[in-house]
């Protein structure tokens, strides 16, 4: 299984991005996608995830009614739309999946730079 990440940039305060993560893989079945981040210095935190089969979605306290998890069953890819995004929004964005079988796997990151 391998997941790509897409999507970051840079972009002004108060601005929108949205963030892809596709999997890819015969035998892909996920239970939870999710996106992390890390930014310079700092660990990599939780920032959103869904359960596949419920749509139930979590939010970090620092992104809620920001930022908006969704996936496409059909395309095996979980998205994040992020609005008014803050400087501290700024990091690299990590999708993480866990299936149905209990694996793990991560993409590998994509950049997130906001601008004051």
């Known amino acids: 299984v391998q997941l790509q990440a897409s999507g970051g940039g840079l972009v002004q305060a108060g601005g929108s991005l949205r963030l892809s993560c596709a999997a890819s893989g015969r035998t892909f079945r996920p239970d939870t996608m999710g996106w992390f981040r890390q930014a310079p210095g700092r660990g990599r935190e939780f920032v959103a995830s869904?359960?596949?089969?419920?749509?139930?979605?979590t939010y970090a306290d620092s992104v809620k009614g920001r930022f908006t998890i969704s996936r496409d069953n059909a395309k095996n890819t979980v998205y994040l739309r992020m609005n008014s995004l803050e400087p501290e929004d700024t990091a690299i964005y990590y999708c993480k999946a866990t299936t149905t079988d209990g694996d793990l796997y991560w993409g590998q990151g994509t950049q997130v730079t906001v601008s004051s």
């Open positions: 869904i359960i596949w089969r419920s749509s139930t979605s």
